[in-house]
């Protein structure tokens, strides 16, 4: 006789798991999903073995009544009985025996059971097993909070990476999160390591240049493909993107284009202006007003040649770039109080590139001593290269014929 429909939850709840499914049976089957930490996911809560057995009970309930309904009629009240004591053993029998099942009941065909609902309650015992992470802030300044959730951030991190500098820019994260390193990071970090860019040069590459994961490896490519047909080396484009790291992120027609203006506006041949930029790559990337300021300052307020112009800015190209007041400033003192010609400037104009203080310092004790003497023509000729660029004990011992400790006292009454 089959089941009623009252019965089979007492049924249900007085036969414990463990008396038809081992642990290790059900773990194999209903394993708890992972969770995932990353924004777009959602984690799915864990199936209780309750649930699976109850799954399971509903199946055993329906086999159950097919096979009852199938039997005779005329059977009689003790097999009846029988039956219903083989199916309902008692509470004693339940902890020594394990029922056996129909083949239909294996555990394959829980495999065909509908999923459980993530809205499905768990038991108390269950909660307090789970172990939830914290959840990731919406909005943050910082990329600390994703660097133990993104395999991405990790390997950036390795790699020597400055995430606290990234993070400064507030289209980082969004770009850097959205990356999957074996699809869009590998293969420009291999790229950068054809060119030339080291192990140990990465790190403070990448800090500067993150934006460089957006381009199109083809687009990078046809970029040094373009400076190698401009002649430039392998080993000069390697140096040009290590010290210009946003080189590669500039387009040809924007590479050509600067190019083509120094070599017009400086009037220099195209080795000289292939080795202008080699030295100082930042003419490609940086803005164009301050050196179009520059050549105006040196030659309508400074009073130099052109002539003069371009043998100044081979031999130090960051006078294109400077200061426009430091350099006003260094020409006035030096030309100005230690009264040294143009042409005399132009012979070292590392001058511009030296600090103000260490000019006037220097040039004030040597007055002092009385060697102050700057003109070729006379004994005792000091040059501007001598003046500036040797060390504190030569200049002293050589130039001003003094001690070193006569030179610092004397800096003590400036």
Not at 66 to 94: D, F, H, K, V, Y
Not at 181 to 203: A, R
Request: hydrophobic letters at 35%; charged letters at 25%.
């Amino acid at each position: 006789m089959a089941l009623s429909a009252q019965q089979i939850p007492r049924w249900f709840n007085s036969v414990k798991l463990s008396s038809f499914i081992t642990a290790t049976q059900l773990r194999k089957h209903f394993q708890r999903p992972g969770k995932t930490l990353l924004h777009g996911f959602s984690a799915q809560p864990q199936m209780s073995s309750d649930n699976c057995f109850l799954q399971w009970g509903f199946k055993t309930y329906r086999t159950s009544s097919l096979w009852n309904s199938s039997q005779s009629t005329n059977s009689s009240r003790q097999e009846i009985g029988s039956a219903q004591s083989t199916l309902l053993p008692s509470m004693n029998e339940q902890t020594q025996k394990t029922p056996n099942f129909d083949s239909e009941l294996s555990l394959e065909a829980l495999d065909d059971l509908p999923p459980v609902s993530p809205l499905q309650p768990v038991s108390e015992e269950e909660a307090v097993q789970i172990i939830a992470d914290p959840p990731l802030p919406p909005d943050t300044f910082t990329l600390r909070d994703y660097v133990d959730h993104s395999e991405t951030l990790q390997k950036l991190v390795l790699l020597g990476v400055d995430l606290s500098k990234i993070e400064k820019h507030p289209d980082a994260a969004n770009l850097l999160l959205r990356l999957d390193f074996e699809k869009d990071i590998k293969q420009i970090l291999m790229f950068l390591k054809d060119l030339g860019i080291e192990d140990n040069q990465l790190g403070t590459y990448l800090t500067k240049n993150y934006a460089i994961f957006s381009e199109d490896l083809e687009n990078l490519k046809t970029r040094v493909a373009y400076l190698q047909s401009k002649n430039f080396s392998k080993a000069h484009i390697a140096q040009m993107v290590r010290n210009a790291p946003f080189l590669l992120s500039f387009s040809v027609e924007r590479l050509d284009n600067r190019l083509g203006f120094f070599q017009k506006e400086l009037e220099l041949s195209v080795k000289k202006t292939r080795d202008l930029v080699v030295r100082l790559p930042r003419l490609l990337t940086g803005s164009l007003e301050p050196v179009k300021e520059n050549m105006k300052v040196y030659h309508l307020e400074l009073g130099f040649k052109h002539n003069e112009i371009q043998h100044m800015i081979t031999k130090v190209p960051k006078m294109l770039t400077a200061n426009k007041r430091k350099l006003t400033e260094t020409f006035d003192y030096v030309h100005n109080v230690m009264s040294i010609p143009h042409h005399l400037i132009v012979k070292f104009p590392q001058v511009f590139n030296t600090r103000l203080f260490k000019v006037k310092e220097r040039h004030l004790f040597l007055t002092y001593v009385g060697r102050a003497q700057y003109d070729p023509t006379k004994p005792n000729y000091i040059s501007l290269d001598k003046l500036v660029s040797v060390p504190d004990e030569i200049f002293c011992e050589e130039i001003a014929k003094a001690s070193v400790q006569d030179f610092e006292k004397f800096l003590k009454t400036l």
